[in-house]
């Protein structure tokens, strides 16, 4: 379920957005600036750690320790241990062999999405199932749209005190990387407080036994469920810790199944170069929204002739796109020539090489075949 409320904005309301938004716009530019920035910097560490991992990581094999590798950087694979040993949530009773034990709590709550434009703003509300307190005060219509300030129960997590991958150990640094896979579903012996029920997977308590109202809740517990796993990390004697690299990351690596280090080090790499190019994009659409915003007071005055409108809006976009275009490339430039210097300034050079050329081909004239001379033609005589 779903509604929405219109609000039309007038003159005063109009100018006073786009001013503001001024403010606002150079804010959004400087941060997106940062993101760049930030970014081309853990880029470039990013490659560094992936090399030296190539360079210097071993794979081996977990049925026995090998004291050759010793504080080097080890992949291995083997069934994950913990002891068999029980977790349990002592609010509901609920014990599960296993590495890993989650207590999800879920309200039932109103969320608010805005959408704006020249002349109104329109405020969208639906009911969604979250894990995190909505704050309804800040609603545009918080009388009619309101959530609980309290969750009657928090989130909770257990993880076994000992991890074991065949003869080796895990260091506490891996517990929190075995993350829930499976949702668990024998709740017949489990506590239910007064007023809640057992639905299925879920303890609830609801108000409406027909429909999900405002305010409802339900618990579920997820657990995890492995057998063989990969594991990455820096061996000291019997047990695997976090391998520091000459950039001071932090490696440790878990993941199920069975995979040599190649396969390891090459996920880390695409994930390194998804985040990469999504933060350039968020980066890059940060300035680009930041410059549209400088626009704002031009865009409040134009509002009130649509045609002048959608003239104002087109041509700010299109500026805005490519100025922000830019900056942002402009940024990047200048970043890989602070963190990357040899390879900033080779394709610097190669940019300059390419106006050179395109500044030649331009100015240079066709050449054109002379005119032939004309040679008198004798007439013949009969």
Known sequence: MSDSVVVKKGFGTRMKNGFSGILGGIILVLIGIGVLIWNERSNVVNIHDVK???????????????????????????????????????????????????RVVEMYQWKEEVEEDEDKTTYNYTKVWSKELIDSSKFNQSGSHTNPTTMPYEEFSAHAQELKVGAYKLSSSFAGLVTTNKTYSNLEGATIPEGYKLNGNYITKTADEEKDSI????????????????????????????????????????????HDGDYIITQIEKGNKMFKWLLRLIGTIMIISGIKSLFGPLTALSSYVPILRNIVNGATGLISFFVGLAISLVVIAISWLVFRPILGI???????????????????????NPTPTEQPVEEKQE
């Open 215 to 258: 305010g409802d809740v339900r618990i579920s517990f997820q657990y995890a469920d492995y057998s063989d796993v990969t594991v990455m990390g820096k061996q000291h004697e019997d047990t695997i810790i976090e391998y520091t690299t000459k950039e001071k990351s932090r490696i440790t690596y878990f993941v199920e199944g069975t």
């Open 346 to 368: 080779s394709l610097l050079v190669g940019a300059v090489v390419l106006i050179i050329l395109a500044k030649k081909l331009g100015s240079k004239k066709p050449e054109t």
């Open 52 to 102: 030296e991992m190539r360079d210097v990581y071993k794979d081996v094999s977990s049925e026995k320790v090998d004291k050759e590798n010793n504080d080097n950087l080890i992949v291995t694979s083997g069934k994950l241990d913990f002891g068999d040993e029980t977790l349990t949530d002592e609010t509901f009773k609920v014990s599960i062999k296993t590495p890993t034990l989650v």
